[in-house]
């Protein structure tokens, strides 16, 4: 186990200094996964305010004993957060704690069905598969390790509107094929037990592949949008990461924006 010690240095070592980080080199979870979590969660509690510099990526890796591929790849998790920015001639800085509040997580099928869209599902694969670096970051398990695949195509009114790729940790829940051609993921998981309590959620766009293209009934370079999303339970751990794909032609995202002074 590496642990950071010693006393605070002027500069990128001050914030940090009042940390004690530390890294399991035998644990399973990878490292860069590691020293994000707990800079997250100094960021949470306080003990890295707005504004505290943590240094550049070589400042990082000296000080914490990792490569600084590792440091640079947790640093980045973060930056995508909106944690910390990068500052030229500065280093990294905190930007401000993470505000947690809890969200209505609905599945496609629940806002198709609420919609009177009848909402048919038809599973395409649903077995085990190794993480790929993506899915285990998002999951927080190691690499390689087993993680259920789940690809679903849903249609409306029988014509193909989203290709839904859902990734979730071993043993969650029963994925019976039946049900889930006739229900969505989210009411499964509710009833299992499972309280889904926020999520993380990028939206893009980008052109069809050939293949994708045909399973959607579009042509090939067709729009599509793109949506990324980690969900967690009530306990913070992350229960399943979507990757999935829907036809610009026939779907659009509707956002609700709220003014915060």
């Known amino acids: 186990m590496a642990r950071t010690g010693g006393p605070a240095r002027e500069g990128a ?54 490569s600084r591929p590792t440091v640079r790849q947790a640093i980045q998790s973060l930056v995508d957060k909106g944690l910390l ?49 993506e899915v285990a970051a998002a999951l927080g398990v190691a690499e390689h390790s087993e993680v259920i695949l789940l690809e679903r195509l849903r249609r409306t009114h029988g014509q193909p509107v989203a290709l839904l790729c859902n990734y979730l940790p071993p043993g969650l829940l029963e994925l019976d094929d039946a049900r889930l051609a006739t229900t969505g993921l989210y009411r499964m998981m509710r009833a299992a037990g499972l309280t889904l309590h926020s999520a993380r959620q990028t939206v893009g766009a980008r052109s069809a592949t050939a293949a994708e293209a045909a399973r959607l009934d579009e042509q090939e370079g067709a729009a599509l949008l793109t949506m990324q999303r980690t969900a967690y339970d009530d306990t913070g751990r992350p229960v399943e990461y979507g990757t999935h794909l829907y036809r610009a032609s026939r779907y659009a995202f509707d956002f609700q924006l709220l003014v915060r002074g």
């Open 13 to 66: 070592a001050t914030a940090l200094g009042r940390l004690d980080l530390a890294v399991d080199r035998g644990s399973p979870v990878p490292l860069y996964h590691q020293l994000a979590q707990q800079l997250e969660a100094a960021i949470e509690r306080g003990r890295l305010a707005p504004g505290d510099l943590l240094g550049n990526e070589v400042d990082l890796s000296v000080r914490l004993g990792l």
């Open 85 to 133: 920015v990068r500052r030229r001639g500065v280093g990294t800085q905190v930007v401000h704690s993470k505000v947690r509040r809890p969200l209505k997580l609905s599945s496609l099928y629940d806002d198709l069905e609420a919609a009177g869209q009848a909402p048919t599902t038809e599973v395409v694969r649903n077995e085990p598969v190794p993480a790929s670096p």
